[in-house]
Nanobody, 125 residues
Framework: QVHLVESGGGLVQPGGSLRLSCAAS????????MGWFRQAPGKERDFVAA????????YYADSAKGRFTISRDNAKNTLYLQMNSLKPEDTAVYYC??????????????????WGQGTQVTVSS
């Protein structure tokens, strides 16, 4: 089992940057495929990015490609999301999620077993 806590959200102007962090408690962080999802008011929870437990490729929603970078530090039990060139439409609550040994379905919320409480990102001038 793993407990996830996001941080790093806040208010940023369009074109700005933020780095979200997700601290994971529990053992064997390196065996968990990790993801970021976001949910805007009145909308469904949408996939943002994922990084498999086995390393290798990372995966992004079209809206995130070229602007966001997902990474992990297994020694620190921490997942990151670097967000650049932020737009007002990126405004949402961002959630960290995990699933042990997951090798498929990265973009599907139901594929993940553990979720953080979320951190608010607001992009506005």
């Amino acid at each position: 089992q793993v407990h996830l806590v996001e941080s790093g959200g806040g208010l940023v102007q369009p074109g700005g940057s933020l780095r979200l962090s997700c601290a994971a408690s529990g053992r064997a962080f390196g065996t968990y495929t990790m993801g970021w999802f976001r949910q805007a008011p009145g909308k469904e929870r949408d996939f943002v990015a994922a990084i498999p437990w086995s390393g290798g490729n990372t995966y992004y929603a079209d809206s995130a490609k070229g602007r966001f970078t997902i990474s992990r530090d297994n020694a620190k039990n921490t997942l990151y999301l670097q967000m650049n060139s932020l737009k007002p439409e990126d405004t949402a609550v961002y959630y960290c999620t995990a699933s042990q040994y997951k090798t498929y379905g990265y973009a599907t919320p139901g594929a993940y077993d553990y979720w953080g409480q979320g951190t608010q990102v607001t992009v506005s001038s």
